[in-house]
């Protein structure tokens, strides 16, 4: 067998033994006659490319195919020669262990799918087909990498990277049972021989340009997505828990005594550059309640229930703005270790944050074809946090080549496989991370733009995200009140969006264009102000309302309250709008005094699809 690399980064693993490769894709390529009926994959994570793990057995044209898209959530089957497929819908999520099984009888035409313990296809019957189903031998199985054709058209969009341990191949169909303990890491004592496995890596396998490690391969099947993260910086509170708030988390409050030793274990290796050398290191996601005495979490504003004060729970709270720090460092006591230490809140300290699930933050502002990902996820790498993109980018911080006054070094963007594409964001103070809206130095991106202003958020669907970060909901936006910390969501208000070559003395278009547009109108008579009857006159207040539609007009984060839709007219942005006139009696004409005109935009529909080319949402 020859394993072969094409970029991206893999981890093959097999209790203790880890192989790993860098770049595009892993390929394995086994020369096996008559390879046949269960393919299993145990362990898959950091799934990233269309296409995650990917198996195939090609023989000038494909014949066996097992493959995970990440954006659509599938787990794609294929086999003998495009004779038969499946489109598994499974649950794989970045950074998060999983197992699965694959059975596939030919002969008794049936095939099930099991992951972590789960049918996700049960022994569904595949007869619907008359051709007769055969893995051919001869052909060449590569793991990690799609084959276009035998033994080459390698695409780095057809690839994987991530982690794999133990995959096997058997040539017997194995039951239910078997595919549920083997998935939820149980032992099964009588399962045959594989064909195909990772035993013994060094032996079977020829490698080139790979790291072979030991690896620590317990815990696989415990699918625990909370974590915590620690920002080596040192911060004010309130800084802290706005920027652990911006990226989707909470400041780390420690629940219980196992939680409170795995911070400290997290914490000691950042101690030298986040205290003030008496031991207290970070900032918990706690602060003083001065009139009830109570510790609060900032998060829930629940009371602390648990806490690891030295003394009396910290208590008595003498002053209104207390908050809560923890001794994460090893240069104290040990008894010492994870206690927690009443300080001011204006004492800069490091932060630690809780996150429920791997957090994500996305790009808004780049054009449609960008090199760019759009989507990408925090980790702790080398003891600074990093952003790595949803298939080829990573966003870190590279080591300053000087350190010259106000010099506070730059967060790059850049591409796995195109070390040529970059994107540049100077850093304005040592804490700057580049969440909310900032300007970034392009190099080489196809969107043609040197400079460009992008903006990462955190924020879900239906939420506004405001220029520092933080998010509030969507109809918050632009609705006369300050709702974002830093006022943004009533910045550039602008309702009204015409066309390019829009023309307002040209009417709406109708499906008839010698048709009048349909207009309606509605005339409220407020009082009469004077009658002259010798001048055949009167004198009376009106209100008119007019509505019509035009289908060429596109409106920006309309809210549902009307009055909040008023549009502020200019020369430039003016349009097309029905002229009344009033008549007297044979058509003479009336003096027309207008008190107060207004022009609101009416909410029809829901809003359009978001476009993460635009910086703001609703636009």
Known sequence: MVLEHYGLRVVLEHYGLGVVLWYYGLAVVLRHYGLALVLEHYGLAVVLGNYGLVMVLGHYCLVMVLGFNYEKQELMLMCCRHKWSLDVRVDVKLQVWTSFCVALDLAGRMTEVVQDGHIQVGLLDISDTADILVVEGGGQLYI??????????????????????????????????????????????????????????????????????????????????????????????????????????????????????????????????????????????????????????????????????????????????????????RDIVPFAYGNWVPRPCNLERCISCHFEQLPFVRIRGLCAKSEFDRKYFLLQVNKTVVFMGAYYSLITRPPRNNSQSGDFGVWQITRYDKPFLSATLTMKSPTHYPTGLNKWTVSNDVCGKSEITLRMTSCRDEEFSCDDGSCIRLNQQCNMEANCPDGSDEVNCRFLVLPHGYNKMTPPPRKNPSTPVNVSLHILMLSVRAFDLTGFNFVCELEVRIAWKDTRIKFHHLNDAEFLNTIHLTDEQEPWMPTVEFFGDAYTTSDVEVRRSLLVAKRATGPLLDNDENLREGE
């Open 144 to 329: 990690g990498q799609e084959q276009d054709t035998l033994g080459g058209g390698f695409n780095e969009f057809q690839s994987l990277r991530g982690s794999l341990v133990d995959v096997r191949v058997y040539d017997q169909f194995l039951n239910t049972t078997q595919l549920k303990i083997y998935t939820t890491c149980n032992t099964l004592d009588d399962l045959p021989d594989a064909i195909l496995d990772f035993s013994n890596i060094t032996e079977d396998y020829e490698i080139s340009k790979v790291e072979v490690q030991e690896a620590n391969v317990d815990g696989l099947c415990q699918r625990h997505e909370s974590f915590d993260l620690i920002f080596p910086e040192v911060r004010l509170f309130e800084e802290g828990e706005l920027l652990c708030r911006i990226l989707g988390g909470t400041l780390t409050v420690p629940l219980n005594r196992d939680d409170n030793m795995n911070l400290f274990s997290l914490a000691a290796p950042y101690a030298e550059g986040c205290g003030d050398g008496v031991g207290d290191t970070l900032w918990l996601g706690v602060k003083g309640n001065e009139t009830g005495q109570y510790w609060q979490d900032v998060a829930s504003r629940a009371t602390v229930v648990y806490s690891n004060f030295e003394q009396n729970r910290g208590l008595p709270i003498e002053e209104p703005d207390v908050c809560v720090t923890f001794k994460g460092s």
